[in-house]
């Protein structure tokens, strides 16, 4: 079989003005156009409205090509499109060879009968997206979120490119992923798929090769494993071979071992001559997911080769609304981050689009488990017969393009519906709810069944396992918590629940400065100018975030210190809540916060900025998803100092631990040993603070706690007893002292005072090995980067410190 590649040498056409532009695959209309310099950037203050002007018209992409005598001459002639954006009707050489109506389908058409050897003149027509869903609308209006396009259920296309609560209206059209002619003769590999069935020592690997057509085939499987050892089976015209793999390298999860993939190779030959060749990489594990009655309710746990294992991470939403910008370095550098925030897990959220075969190869990897939605969200679905066809294609597309990953969690039937007919106050139509049955609880089911039996299927997040049975319920299945935000719940609010399994909540932040600078002039720089309310998509959040800052700090100097502050309201919000779970850990079995990433510039709920700049949380989340957590439950009369061991080892070690006030005298002290069971979470010390705390005391008392493993400083952690804007802080004076390694620099950080939030920054991008920090004076803190393009004299001239004292002060 030969593949070849169409994506260069391409033209957009529009129609409307004749103008033509070249372009490459992955292609859109708004990408091509931004290249062009025929559009302003649509992300850049008020530009967006231009992206759904530009979808209510038509486009067309033409190429040329030619083909060998020997191509021409083969049996089968095929184009293969991975990825058409959206609705489009293909012409070869004056001949129509199909339509297309589902972004996530992959599609193949055979063209035997209509190629030339010169000059063959391939056209894809884009038709609108808008004009689409706008006439389906006012035949049979549907619902979905506010924020989009109305009447974009109506339609397979990435949901968010309409619009939501964090993205802009940019409803891109184009061709978004390869173009391939595919030539052959005899017979192909249609697909491979395998199972595996893991004893104590061994694993018996089932491969099964499906072929295009049924001839006699010779042709052999080969099996390599991480350490180069090889095993190979003939196929002599079988389609299953089993392969018994003694003392295997199982692949873990970040945290828990390394990440080893076997290749599985199939070729097929014919009298000596290759056919067709197909490499995979797979990973030699069990995931399941326990769902099962237990003394709190109902469990939701993944366990991964036999041990139940606490998932921490967030959810993933698109990376660009130009979805040619996204690139596989891009995504791996967001999946790397990613591991260093001590992630185990990624929720691809059901609103967007599957991603590139490349992200399942990184989550491969680099040990992230991916929960996988399917691509509904939010929204009701019309099961027409034509729809219902559609969502079962491209269900099979995307299951059998990604079961062999290591990385596949679970599939999940979409995000939120279940909860929304329940709760949203949407009508509680009966033709409505029998096709979110028939589609999440029966079809999709069973086709994950049938295409992936060993991968775990939920049919709704959150969910209490199905039937419009309480899908809110915190004690069975997993939950969307949001009451912290959009309830406008203080912090606390958390330590009220135990949740099975958290896998939605979150708080929104402005991100950085330099971020910001990217789409304003300096008179937009308010919170509730015209420009950032634009990129600001969640209703009255700007409102919100005042409100919470209000609550808890003092009003900050200017704009600057609003968006430092910001950040450290979302940064303690969400490691309150994750910190109470990891201490509950068992009860509840899973964290992830929304979300990861962002689309475009604007404030959301992320923790990694569009242009891959840490917020604060990002630097918690690297703490709080620490394998081993130190951390403290405070109250008004004590505080419970809690080690959390998601090893799968035991943990011995000692805390430390010292009552301070703010001019650094030691109220209190005590040291406590430490012996902690493999997966487990325990109270190691209550200390008794209130005789301490009383009057004024409690507005300069502090406690902190270090825990040292091996006699060597691990993690350190503490709390203030009232809100941060009542604690006294002194001014810190902090100080810095640059050391130049080979590689990289350490910044040495001293303070004159008790402080929390220690803000480093650089005018150039950087990530710091600690960041946002709290330090007490008498001590040294060390924190790395690396050197990049970087002199020392550039650092100290870049370096910026500031940190909760300079909220409202100077200096």
Known sequence: MEKILLNNDWTLIDPSTKKQYPTNVPSSVLHTLLLANEIEDPFYRLNEPIGVELAKKEYLYKKQFDLTQAQLDAEHVYIKF??????????????????????????????????????????????????????????????????????????????????????PRLPDQGIWRDVELVCWNTTRIADVYM?????????????????????????????????????????????????????????????????????VEVV?????????????????????????????????????????????GANYIPEDNLLPRTTKDKTERLIIDSVKANFNMIRVWGGGHYPEDYFYDLCDQYGIIVWQDFMYACSVYRLTKEFEDNAIKEAIDQITRLRHHACIGMWCGNNEVEEAMEYWGWPKK??????????????????????????????????????????????????????????????TEYRNYHFRFCSEFGFQSFPSMKTIDSFT????????????????????????????????????????????????????????????????????????????????????????????????????????????????????????IYVTNDTLSEVRGKIVWRLKNN??????????????????????????????????????????AELYLNDQLHSETSVIFVKAKHFQFNNP?????????????????????FTKYIELDLDTDAVFSDNYFDLSKGKTKEITVEKSSLTKQQLEEQLKVRSIYHITNEG
């Open 663 to 704: 001019d650094n005298t030691v109220l209190k002290e005590g040291t406590t040993d430490v012996v902690l069971s493999a997966l487990t979470a325990k109270s190691f010390e209550t200390i008794d603070v209130i005789e301490e705390l009383q009057g004024d005391n409690k507005y300069h008392t502090y406690l902190e």
């Open 521 to 640: 002039l300096e008179e937009d720089k308010n919170i509730f100018s015209r420009v950032m309310e634009n990129h600001q998509k969640n209703d009255a959040a700007n409102g919100k975030i005042l409100y919470y800052l209000s609550e808890n700090f003092l009003y900050p100097k200017d704009f600057d210190a609003l968006i430092y502050t910001s950040q450290l309201l979302q940064a303690e919000a969400i490691k309150y809540g994750v910190e109470h779970w990891r201490r509950n850990l068992g009860r509840c079995m899973g964290s992830l916060y929304w979300q990861l990433n962002d689309c475009w510039p604007v404030a959301s709920w992320s923790s990694v900025d569009y242009y891959g700049r840490w917020k604060a949380l990002h630097y918690f989340a690297k703490k709080f998803y620490e394998p081993i957590l130190l951390s403290i439950e405070e109250s008004e009369t004590n505080a419970s």
């Open 733 to 753: 004076f902090i100080q810095t002292e640059i050391e130049e390694l080979e590689d990289s620099f350490v910044i040495h950080v001293k303070t004159e005072a």
């Open 430 to 491: 009966a033709d409505w709810r029998r096709d979110y049955i028939k589609l999440f609880e029966i079809i999709l089911p069973d086709l994950v069944a049938k295409y992936s039996p060993q991968t775990f299927y939920w049919s709704s997040s959150p969910s209490s396992g199905g039937g419009f049975d309480q899908p809110r319920d915190p004690d069975v299945g997993d939950v969307h918590y949001w009451e912290v935000w959009h309830g406008e719940k203080p912090f």
């Open 195 to 263: 199972e595996q069935y893991h004893q104590e020592d061994s694993v018996d690997l089932k491969v099964q090769v499906n072929y295009a057509s049924q001839p006699h085939v010779e042709g052999k499987v080969i099996i390599t494993s991480p350490n180069g050892e090889k095993l190979v089976q003939s196929l002599d015209n079988h389609q299953t071979v089993n392969f018994t793999i003694t003392n295997p390298i199982l692949w873990w999860p970040n945290g828990y071992g390394e990440q080893a993939l076997y290749k």
């Open 268 to 312: 097929l030959t014919e009298d000596g001559n290759t056919l067709d060749r197909i490499v995979k990489q797979i990973g030699l594990r069990t995931i399941e997911v326990k769902h099962e009655r237990d003394e709190w309710g109902k469990s939701f746990t993944f366990v991964v080769n036999g041990y139940p294992i606490f998932m921490k």
């Open 82 to 167: 991975h990825g058409l954006d959206t609705i489009t009707t293909i012409v070869l050489n004056g001949n129509v060879i199909g339509h297309t109506n589902n972004m996530h389908r992959i599609y193949e058409f055979d063209v035997k009968q209509f190629v030339q050897k010169e000059s063959n003149q391939l056209e894809v027509t884009i038709h609108s997206p808008i004009n689409d869903i706008q006439e389906k609308q006012i035949n049979d209006p549907l619902i979905g979120v506010e924020h989009a396009v109305e009447g974009y259920p109506h339609i397979r296309k990435s949901h968010s490119m309409f619009g939501w609560d964090w993205g």
